[in-house]
């Protein structure tokens, strides 16, 4: 919880790993993909969050 921006990071290297292994196309390449969008969508929510919870410097 929170880690989301390690999650996307490690989600990455597991990605490129797969597809050098297994292919592009292989079913769990596939769904580390899939799982790496919903991290990443996940992340920028948490940052734009961050962004606009952060108080004015007035």
Avoid: I, K
């Avoid at 050098?20 to 919903?38: I, K, N, Q």
Wanted: aromatic share 4%.
């Amino acid at each position: 919880m929170g880690e989301q921006e390690e999650a996307v990071r490690l989600l990455r290297q597991t990605l490129a790993d797969r597809v050098r292994v297994l292919g592009p196309e292989h079913p769990h390449t596939v769904r580390t993909r899939d799982e790496l969008e919903t991290a990443s969508a996940a992340w920028r929510a948490a940052r734009r969050r961050q962004t606009w919870l952060r108080p004015s410097r007035r």
